[in-house]
Nanobody
Framework: QAHLVESGGGLVQPGGSLRLSCAAS????????MGWYRQAPGKQRELVAR???????NYADSVKGRFTISRVTAENTVYLQMNNLKPEDTAVYYC??????????????WGQGTQVTVSS
């Protein structure tokens, strides 16, 4: 089993920045992809950004040009740099990962979530 632990959420004013971190630990043979989802009150969980093992990146249209996902492969860690934050970015942000624990076995994992609130 693997585990994902997030950090870095908080309260920020519109136009401000935050950086989220997600570290994977436990039984890790290979990480296929890691990324960030978010869920605002009354809304469905949505993909924010994802990076795969080959370095391919996907962003939600709503965050393109403002958010940047990056990784430190040797540390099994991904980051989400969020700039020019808007009130509509307010949500619980969840780290997500597709991780092989051995050659044959993979699972999808979720972090516990971290609150991001954008408000003046």
């Amino acid at each position: 089993q693997a585990h994902l632990v997030e950090s870095g959420g908080g309260l920020v004013q519109p136009g401000g920045s935050l950086r989220l971190s997600c570290a994977a630990s436990g039984s890790i043979f290979r990480i296929v992809a890691m990324g960030w989802y978010r869920q605002a009150p009354g809304k469905q969980r949505e993909l924010v950004a994802r990076i795969n093992s080959g370095g391919g990146i996907n962003y939600a249209d709503s965050v393109k040009g403002r958010f940047t996902i990056s990784r430190v492969t040797a540390e099994n860690t991904v980051y989400l740099q969020m700039n020019n934050l808007k009130p509509e970015d307010t949500a619980v942000y969840y780290c997500n990962g597709y991780i092989y624990s051995d050659v044959y076995t993979w699972n999808e994992y979720w972090g516990q979530g971290t609150q991001v609130t954008v408000s003046s």
